[in-house]
């Protein structure tokens, strides 16, 4: 039986309780990231997964061991990290294309391509001829990243990843 409605939402006093349980624990600035990203900015769980650091931050040069970084102000979540995308790739699409058209003048240029092929002797397998399937590109979605728990929770766990491996480069942002 499917649940219908909508999702229950934290309180103020239930947000701040879990903010306050979290630094008590293992990973905390990861850890709050991750509320704070998924809480201010709506991101599902596979969506959070699928970050990664340039997705947030612009990073710098590395000066003195260090690795400096921006936060960028818009987080532009491309539409392969979304629901409808399987970024995942958990399940093979079952779709196969059952029909074909043309118009007339490619028709008569596809035919004219394998006669010109067929006189030559070279091998023809009909898949060589299909039209190109155009995958479906959907919109990035913008979220802006205004708020100031938000940004200070992103900034105190990038600083300490980071820290300790300032050569990263576009490795995940939440999973290493």
């Given at each position: 039986?499917?649940?219908?409605?909508?999702?229950?939402?934290?309180?103020?006093?239930?947000?701040?309780?879990?903010?306050?349980?979290?630094?008590?624990?293992?990973?905390?600035?990861?850890?709050?990231?991750?509320?704070?990203?998924?809480?201010?900015?709506?991101?599902r769980v596979q969506e959070i997964t699928l970050l990664q650091i340039k997705d947030v931050a612009?990073?710098?040069?590395?000066?003195?061991?260090?690795?400096?970084?921006?936060?960028?102000?818009?987080?532009?979540?491309?539409?392969?990290?979304?629901?409808?995308?399987?970024?995942?790739?958990?399940?093979?699409?079952?779709?196969?294309?059952?029909?074909?058209?043309?118009?007339?003048?490619?028709?008569?240029?596809?035919?004219?391509?394998?006669?010109?092929?067929a006189k030559a002797g070279a091998e023809i397998k009909p898949e060589d001829?299909?039209?190109?399937?155009?995958?479906?590109?959907?919109?990035?979605?913008?979220?802006?990243?205004?708020?100031?728990?938000?940004?200070?929770?992103?900034?105190?766990?990038?600083?300490?990843?980071?820290?300790?491996?300032?050569?990263?480069?576009?490795?995940?942002?939440?999973?290493?």
């Open positions: 039986m499917s649940k219908t409605g909508q999702a229950r939402v934290l309180t103020p006093e239930q947000f701040a309780h879990l903010l306050r349980e979290i630094k008590e624990h293992r990973y905390p600035e990861k850890n709050t990231a991750l509320i704070q990203i998924s809480f201010k900015l709506g991101l612009e990073l710098g040069p590395v000066t003195s061991g260090q690795r400096l970084f921006k936060l960028k102000e818009i987080l532009a979540l491309p539409a392969a990290y979304t629901k409808g995308a399987d970024a995942l790739r958990r399940s093979k699409s079952t779709y196969q294309r059952r029909r074909i058209s043309f118009s007339v003048h490619d028709f008569h240029q596809l035919v004219q391509r394998i006669e010109t092929m001829f299909y039209p190109e399937v155009r995958k479906h590109r959907g919109k990035s979605r913008d979220l802006p990243m205004n708020d100031a728990a938000l940004r200070t929770a992103i900034e105190n766990y990038l600083s300490i990843r980071l820290a300790a491996n300032p050569s990263v480069k576009k490795r995940l942002i939440l999973y290493s």
